[in-house]
């Protein structure tokens, strides 16, 4: 079994900094993608930002310049280092991998979220 799980979320100001982490365990072979969605009251689950095996990296285009997507393939966890933050990134923040298993060439998980709240 896989599982991913998100922490670092919390209540920050307008302009200020945040730091997500999400950390993979279970029976995993290789970690093909690892990201990060997110969704706010009402609205649309949205892409913030993914990267691959490779190092190749995708952000949304609210985010990008941001917001900033890195991982650490040995110890199966992805980052999202966000500054600047705005009352618009208010919104649970979901860890999303592609992962292959013995049994499996890839197959899509994903965390329970960690909460992001930008408020004065």
């Known amino acids: 079994q896989v599982h991913l799980v998100e922490s670092g979320g919390g209540l920050v100001r307008p302009g200020g900094s945040l730091r997500l982490s999400c950390v993979a365990s279970?029976?995993?072979?290789?970690?093909?993608?690892m990201g990060w969605y997110r969704q706010a009251p009402g609205k649309d689950r949205e892409l913030v930002g993914i990267i691959t095996s490779r190092g190749t990296t995708k952000y949304g285009d609210t985010v990008t310049g941001r917001f900033t997507v890195s991982r650490d393939n040995a110890k199966n966890v992805v980052y999202l280092q966000m500054i600047n933050l705005r009352p618009e990134d208010t919104g649970v923040y979901h860890c999303h991998a592609v992962i292959a298993t013995m049994d499996h060439y890839g197959q899509d998980y994903w965390g329970n979220g960690t909460l992001v709240t930008v408020s004065s």
């Open positions: 279970g029976s995993i072979f290789y970690i093909n993608a």
